[in-house]
């Protein structure tokens, strides 16, 4: 029919509305107005809303799990998602070539002029523009505040951990996206920023999820299968969101994607202004009435019926602005639908005199008359549509007319389930990742209503392949595999969009596979994606899942090189405690060898106790890793080229500090330095040797001691503490012997020497000769006396390690202890190295002080069956030895005594 067009008023007319660039130039007014409520995209409370839905079903069937944080944990009630309106995204690009790519930015997509910094942020966005990668500055701090959260939640808060996660994210997104905004485009910073901003959404999902899957848990699988008949679309589908968990989850996926898509588009403050604010398609009206003023004829053919069908019957187009304005409003619809946002969709239809099109947006609601059940005598208001059906069929076919707009298809298409007008205005994963999940939904819903009877006989004109589709999780995710969009096929490697769609299908199995493969590859993984993996795994361990330990130890362990890489050294212990206890004790060990600053040590120490750490175990593999990292086996003296102390002698040295700074641990100090001495002394390095063995304090075996009689202990130390100490002793004597000899041979090789005499034909120098060799005499006597006192000394301490009471030096006097093969061997080798040495000292200092006498007695101590130290003599050695006690015999042949030094009887 036609309208009375000579009633209608004319528009005011716009002087710069030429062209859009004139008409954008307008002061920008926001919608929706700001006492306008907007749609929750929340889904529901079990107990269902009677509000109208922004999502399909969403308010009027689908439940929400209870927040299980009041069931596993006392508190408050977690809310599931947030949902702040963030303007990061700022004026939505309306063009229809991108609109997609407008509301999901990735890594290297362009940035909008768009004011977003807050006042807190600000100052720290300036500071953080002078670092060199402004990215990795801002958000290093998640690391710690990441653990902090960890540490504060018990495990049975773990959705209020969850939640503390996606703030830390947030946070940091708006603080990177100030940076970006300010520095200009940075591809790092971008990156991380959109690394963070894929994780804040992946830890909403989880929530979402694990919510209902936790609580499904918990719940009496008698009750959720109950069915109870119902004469209301509404009840049969309710009952079926209850007891259907997949269609339940289904629908959360899609509440979440419609949630990322609302936080993405914001509020619209920057969106396109429509100048009519209450008369649909003003222009070609305006353009109707003057044309029949003036009674021209049509130049360009236009509609002459203004009715919402009048273009598609007559096959006639609207004016140009017209035209532009009806594809921008549909885009925007689209928009906000794909938001979730319906309501506010219908709102904006009717702002822009479209009230026609808000009410196509009205008919999927499900349809319920209360007074069927009710038993009240005053009528209640029916809700929903009553020929939903045919309502539906229209909206099928509306979408697979080619002649509209491809969102006007794709908007009603995605409120009668026809995916492939949907699909064809998705670009992104996630738009993609929606549009199934809603078509899934919306089939899983009306097969259910046909199966209880409640379906119109209309739906029947669907499609065939509609109704009998067969849609499942693990369906959608094959079809997007197979997608034809090469962004999307792209976007499906993505790694934060694989660990999506493992969570949504509960499939972690192979979300620790691709775990796996990603740990295993060349490429090295994002720092804060392995973050994001290690609080995921430690996440599902909270909630008691089955999971492949293997792959989360790898995970964790991966996550603690790279905290260890990064020098964040007070996160790696509680990071290392979440390990099983062997493969803790080792990765901390690893990790406290590189540490080489003397006051980060006893820290470390501490932050291993306060995560349950076996510290006495950790410090002793550190010391044993270190002291046998080399694989210098035993040698003779003879064989030793270097005997200075050089780096890795040093390093050997200072390791001896971790098992000293508890004295709990002084009985391991005293084995794992006697170890080192005793590699030391095989190579002659006695420096390194003597260093070591000042590490050890002296009140060791004291404290030793105390410590097993403060336990109660009445017996004999346990033999293997009590061979510790006898091999420090044995140690000991030997170094004194050594350091004894080596004072000797300094103060022998430095004796006075006697003053050439000068010419004697003056008498002041005949005096000064005098005198000069008066001052020798008195240095050669307290030369002499002081060797004399050293070579007494020298000789009592090699003594005592010859002849080293209880069985001998390097000898155990305890049996019973467990045999250890390294070290008996390694003490054997000592005596066969050591003593035979000490011999030829002791016999070199008693022939050079001319006690040829007391040399031949060492031969009686040597070949005596009390010590048997000739057994550890080879044949060279003893060969040698009769050598030099063969000159000592000559020796005392020339003084006319026998060749044992006594006087020759007459």
């Known amino acids: 029919m036609e309208w009375g067009l000579s009633d209608l008023p004319s528009p005011v ?3 710069d509305e030429v062209t859009v660039a004139a008409r954008r130039r307008r002061k920008k007014v926001a919608f929706p107005s700001p006492g306008s409520p907007v749609a929750s995209s929340v889904t529901p409370a079990r107990s269902l809303l009677r509000n109208t839905p922004a999502s399909l079903y969403r308010q009027a069937v689908t439940p929400r799990v209870p927040d299980v944080s009041s069931i596993l944990a006392s508190g408050g009630r977690t809310p599931r998602y947030t949902h702040t309106p963030r ?11 991108d609109w997609t790519t ?242 506010e969709a219908q709102r904006l239809c ?31 208001p029916v809700e929903g549509n009553p020929h939903r059906g045919i309502w539906k069929a229209c909206c099928w076919r509306m979408a697979e007319e080619e002649q509209l707009n491809r969102y006007e298809r794709a908007i009603y298409a995605s409120l009668s389930g026809n995916l492939k007008p949907l699909l064809a205005v998705c670009e992104s994963w996630e738009d993609c990742v929606w549009a199934y999940f809603r078509v899934m939904v919306d089939s899983l819903v009306e ?126 212990a509680s990071y290392v405690g979440q390990l099983p206890a062997e493969v803790a004790t080792a990765q901390y060990a690893a990790f406290l060898e590189a540490v080489t600053q003397p006051e980060l040590r006893p820290h470390c120490l501490q932050l291993a106790t306060e995560a349950g750490l076996d510290v006495s175990a950790i410090t002793k593999l550190v010391v044993e890793t270190v002291r046998e990292g080399d694989d210098t086996e035993f040698t003779h003296h003879s064989q030793t080229l270097e005997t200075t102390t050089n780096k890795e002698d040093q390093t050997k040295i200072d390791i001896i500090d971790w098992l000293l700074f508890d004295p709990t641990h002084r ?123 050293l070579t007494e000394d020298v000789k009592e301490r090699i003594y005592n390690v010859l002849l080293f009471v209880d069985g001998g030096w390097m000898v155990d006097n305890r049996q019973d202890s467990e045999q250890d093969s390294d070290r008996g061997h390694q003490m054997a080798s000592l005596r066969s190295l050591c003593l035979p040495r000490l011999s030829f000292l002791l016999l070199s200092v008693l022939q050079s002080s001319s006690r040829h006498q007391e040399a031949l007695r060492l031969a009686d101590i040597v070949s005596s069956d009390q010590h048997r130290l000739y057994q550890v003599f080879s044949k060279e050695d003893l060969r040698r030895f009769l050598q030099k006690l063969r000159e000592s015999s000559l020796a005392l042949l020339d003084r006319g005594l026998d060749p044992l030094g006594y006087e020759l009887q007459p």
């Open 350 to 380: 009717k702002r822009c005199g479209q009230a026609w099109r808000a009410a196509t947006l009205e008919g999927w609601k499900l349809y319920h008359d209360p007074n069927m059940t009710s038993g009240s005598i005053e009528l209640q």
């Open 667 to 789: 009985a391991e100090a005293l084995k794992q330095s006697n170890a080192i001495m005793r590699k030391f002394l095989a190579l002659q390095k006695h420096d390194a040797a003597k260093a070591v063995f000042s590490k050890v304090p002296e009140d060791s075996m004291r404290e030793i001691y105390c410590q097993w009689s403060g336990v109660g202990q009445t017996t004999p130390l346990p033999a293997e503490d009590e061979n510790a100490i006898r091999e420090h002793l044995c140690i000991r004597a030997y170094l004194e012997a050594h350091e004894a000899f080596t004072d000797w041979f300094s103060h022998s090789s430095s004796a006075p020497q006697k003053p050439a005499p000068a010419p004697e034909a003056k008498f002041t120098e005949k005096v000064a000769n005098e005198m000069r060799e008066k001052e020798y005499q008195a240095s050669l006597s307290a030369w002499s006396c002081r060797l004399d006192v």
């Open 102 to 343: 407008s509301m999901f930015t990735s890594p290297v997509s362009g940035l909008e002029n768009t004011s977003f910094f807050r006042d807190d942020t600000t100052n720290l966005s300036s500071a953080l523009l002078k670092e060199d990668d402004p990215g990795d500055a801002a958000a290093t701090s998640l690391f710690p505040e990441f653990l902090t959260s960890f540490l504060k939640h018990s495990s049975s808060a773990v959705f209020e951990l969850l939640e503390d996660y996606q703030t830390l994210c947030q946070d940091k997104v708006d603080v990177l996206q100030s940076v970006v905004l300010r520095a200009g485009q940075n591809s790092k910073t971008a990156g991380v920023r959109w690394l963070l901003q894929q994780e804040n959404c992946s830890w909403r999902l989880i929530a979402s999820l694990y919510r209902d899957r936790v609580q499904l848990a918990l719940e009496d699988d008698m009750m959720t299968d109950m069915v109870v008949p119902s004469e209301s679309e509404k009840v049969v589908v309710e009952q079926l969101f209850q007891r259907d968990a997949v269609i339940r989850q289904s629908q959360l996926v899609v509440d979440w994607l419609e949630s990322i898509a609302k936080d993405q588009i914001g509020d619209f403050s920057d969106n396109i202004e429509y100048y009519a604010k209450n008369v649909c398609w003003e222009n070609t009206l305006h353009t109707l009435k003057m044309r029949r003023k003036s009674g021209g004829t049509f130049t360009v053919p236009l509609v002459t019926e203004l009715d919402p069908d009048a273009p598609f019957r007559q096959q006639r187009p609207l004016a140009d602005l017209d035209r532009e304005d009806d594809a921008r409003l549909l885009k925007n619809l689209f928009t906000l639908i794909r938001a979730g946002m319906t309501e």
């Open 447 to 572: 097969k259910d209503l046909m199966s209880s009877g409640m379906a119109h006989q209309e739906v029947e004109t669907l499609p065939r392949e509609y109704l009998e589709a067969n849609w499942t999780m693990e369906k959608v995710f094959e079809e997007l595999q197979a997608a034809e969009s090469k962004r999307v096929l792209e976007e499906t490697k993505e790694h934060y969009h694989v660990i999506q769609k493992f969570i949504i299908l509960g499939d972690l199995d192979g979300l620790l596979e691709e775990f796996s493969d990603w740990l295993t590859a060349s490429k090295p993984l994002p720092s804060h994606l392995l973050r994001f993996m290690t609080h995921l795994v430690l996440f599902f361990r909270s909630l008691g899942l089955a999971l492949k330990e293997e792959v989360c130890v790898d995970v964790l362990k991966s996550y603690v090189s790279l905290l260890i890489r990064d020098q964040q050294t007070d996160l790696v």
């Open 13 to 15: 007319v716009r002087d």
């Open 87 to 97: 303007n990061a995204i700022g004026s939505l690009n309306l063009d229809d070539s």
